[in-house]
Nanobody
């Protein structure tokens, strides 16, 4: 099981960009499908984007399509989430987690996440 550590969050104005990073001490992150989720205050945690182990398949929530891009660098054992055209409703804690090959089942446990705050 991969225990991921997220970084890169911060405060940004609407329309701005951030890039989140997800890494782990275990090399198995590079062999795993991974996903980003987010949880806003008072709301359920929701899927944002996922990527398969080789990076050839990605999936996005409708709310972020065209604005966010998930990618990975397996040599760096890192998964990224590039977030552009940020909106206040993107404000949330963002989590990176290990997934099944189909991106349908969460395999890893939740980490501490990284806070993203978008001001209007």
């Amino acid at each position: 099981q991969v225990q991921a550590v997220e970084s890169g969050g911060g405060l940004v104005q609407a329309g701005g960009s951030l890039r989140l990073s997800c890494t782990a001490s275990e090399r198995t992150l590079s062999d795993s499908s991974m996903a980003w989720y987010r949880q806003a205050p008072g709301q359920e945690r929701e899927f944002v984007a996922g990527i398969n182990r080789h990076g050839g398949y990605t999936r996005y929530a409708d709310s972020v399509k065209g604005r966010f891009a998930i990618s990975r660098d397996n040599d760096m054992n890192t998964v990224f989430l590039q977030m552009n055209s940020l909106m206040p409703e993107d404000t949330a804690i963002y989590y990176c987690v290990q997934m099944s090959n189909t991106l349908n089942v969460r395999l890893g446990s939740w980490g501490r996440g990284t806070q993203v705050t978008v001001s209007s």
